[in-house]
T-cell receptor
């Protein structure tokens, strides 16, 4: 089974609007971390946001927030007030503490295009 | 601090040749990771170092792949007898804690 599933290969959003990128995960560990990365066309992976499985509040970093629904095993990324520079690939990733503590599992990514 | 650097940025090689890539992590980062990313996919974990110790290797890392981090600072990834299927972006990342990871720009390998 896939550890991370991103079901939206491509998304479009109007500039200044908010957009949600979906991510579901599969783990039997109680302790794990969820991450989102941005990969522009230049290729470098840029860390955006982190959510620990025991964190009670949703993580926020500037215009990025992570909508963490533990029971549903989802960790959606919300980007508010989209900017043209947000156009990129976005990857959701997970790290399990116990079973595979040193491995990050990445999804297949969502390509976001911001329309002026 | 200049971030994670990787060298070379691009490598074209003929099938059967050996190649070596270098990664310089952010200074004082004791954790170092190697990943492979093919077109349209997310990064796939290859191996992990904590200081100079290689603590984990993916099953993706065949016998033709070897990685070292001799002094706990820079790391090298060598691919012997390259195959066309090895063509990919090879990414290095480093971190100081469990809950973070900072990536380098990657080395794009093309095997002809």
């Amino acid at each position: 089974a896939q550890k991370i599933t991103q079901t939206q290969p491509g998304m479009f959003v109007q500039e200044k609007e908010a957009v949600t990128l979906d991510c579901t995960y599969d783990t039997s560990d109680q302790s794990y971390g969820l991450f989102w990365y941005k990969q522009p066309s230049s290729g470098e992976m840029i860390f955006l946001i982190y959510q620990g499985s025991y964190d009670e509040q949703n993580a926020t970093e500037g215009r990025y927030s992570l909508n963490f629904q533990k029971a549903r095993k989802s960790a959606n990324l919300v980007i508010s007030a989209s900017q043209l520079g947000d156009s990129a690939m976005y990857f959701c990733a997970m790290r399990e503490v116990r079973s595979t503590g040193n491995q990050f599992y990445f999804g297949t990514g969502t390509s976001l295009t911001v329309i002026p | 601090d200049t971030g994670v650097s990787q060298d070379p940025r691009h490598k074209i090689t003929k099938r059967g040749q050996n190649v070596t890539f270098r990664c310089d992590p952010i200074s004082e980062h004791n954790r170092l990771y190697w990943y492979r990313q093919t077109l349209g996919q997310g990064p796939e974990f290859l191996t992990y170092f904590q200081n100079e110790a290689q603590l984990e290797k993916s099953r993706l890392l065949s016998d033709r792949f070897s990685a070292e981090r001799p002094k706990g600072s820079f790391s090298t990834l060598e691919i012997q007898r390259t195959e066309q299927g090895d063509s990919a972006m090879y990414l290095c990342a480093s971190s100081l804690s469990w809950a973070e990871q900072y990536f380098g720009p990657g080395t794009r390998l093309t095997v002809t």
